[in-house]
């Protein structure tokens, strides 16, 4: 085991140095642009490179090593900075929220990218990405649907747009509308996709605001769990074979994620383990879109067209508006 890992990795090693220059200029630019993000430059950076120049096929290995690899191993460390004891104090009075929003998110994709004619994967992507937490969600989903590196690139350039707008709109809108700090952090942990972009939006409007934001976003992640394990068991069900395998209905990466996250709880990794995990996490992903990038073929995202991008754009209003409708029947505003 550990032998095939050296090998793949040695095979990787020119590949995985590009993804990993890459990663260092999507880092110095997010730092620059915080709005925008070190995984959309990666992303982005990664498109100009794959694209413009030819690339030797040594470093072909690579590249597929990060993009599927290393986005798997990503999501598992980001399991350690998850404290299931303090989501659960937050998530369940945010539950019905989030279930809803996720529902809608789900559900409104499914029907609005089936009358557009956008393919089943990247509308599952676009779906997860908006409902849950963009791109770590899309990073979950996208190897149990066996997604295309375009469709990952296109679906998390798709999230990232409405994460800036929502960056600048929400503070606005939430003033207009008078909401108080909880309704307000509620509504950009629910409705906002990106992490930073949560924290962006919720410490502009007030600190309490922020600060119930992260935390509610932090519950919201948990719920690449059973979303995740849902897409599998669909997966399943088209290529049935008749054999129960439970890495087919939980993917071993979803497995981990869940461990870390369990182990995490328990506290016996260090109160500094959960920061740091979450810190690497990040720069996995980071490293990994670098990946996704390389591998994705400018010419076929652009024959897609606009109608991914119309689509995030409804399925974001819907979310946003079942959010704040959440709150008000349950008069949490």
Same mark, same amino acid.
């Given at each position: 085991?550990?032998? &095939? ?33 070190? #995984? ?28 599927? &690899? ?38 409104? !994709? ?26 770590? !969600? ?27 707008? !929502?960056?600048?709109?929400? #503070? ?34 007030? &600190? ?34 008749? &054999? ?6 939980? #993917? ?53 067209? #606009? ?27």
């Amino acid at each position: 085991m550990i032998k &095939k890992l050296t090998d793949e990795i040695g095979n990787a090693f020119p590949g995985l140095i590009l993804c990993i220059a890459i990663s260092f200029a999507g880092l110095w630019l997010g730092g620059m642009f915080p709005v925008i993000g070190a #995984p959309v430059f990666a992303i982005i950076i990664g498109i100009f490179i794959g694209n413009v120049f030819s690339l030797s096929a040594a470093i072909k290995p690579g590249i597929s090593f990060c993009s599927k &690899k290393i986005l798997q191993y990503a999501i598992i460390i980001l399991g350690a900075s998850l404290s299931l004891t303090q989501i659960w104090k937050t998530g369940k009075d945010s539950l019905w929220v989030m279930l809803i929003s996720l529902s809608v998110s789900l559900l409104g !994709a499914y029907i609005i990218g089936k009358k557009m004619g956008i393919s089943r994967k990247l509308t599952s992507l676009v779906g997860v990405g908006t409902g849950i937490c963009g791109g770590s !969600a899309i990073a979950a989903v996208a190897p149990i649907i066996n997604a295309d590196d375009d469709e990952i690139a296109f679906s998390i350039s798709t999230i990232f747009l409405f994460n800036v707008v !929502a960056v600048l709109m929400f #503070p606005f809108l939430g003033h207009l509308l008078h909401l108080q700090d909880y309704g307000f952090g509620l509504w950009a942990g629910t409705a906002i996709n990106d992490t930073s972009s949560v924290v962006a939006a919720g410490y502009s409007y007030s &600190k309490a605001a922020g600060d119930y934001a992260a935390i509610t976003k932090l519950a919201r992640t948990t719920m690449i769990i059973p979303v995740s394990f849902i897409f599998a068991m669909l997966m399943q069900k088209k290529t049935e074979t008749g &054999k129960f395998r439970l890495n087919q209905i939980l #993917p071993w990466f979803i497995l981990g994620f869940l461990m870390m996250a369990a182990i995490n709880t328990t506290g016996l990794l260090g109160p500094g383990f959960s920061s740091a995990a979450g810190t690497a996490g990040r720069y996995l992903i980071v490293v990994a879109l670098a990946g996704v990038g390389l591998g994705a073929d400018l010419q076929k995202m652009l024959k897609t067209g #606009p109608k991914p991008v119309i689509l995030g754009f409804l399925v974001w209003i819907l979310v946003a508006s079942s959010s704040l409708a959440m709150q008000f029947i349950l008069k949490q505003i």
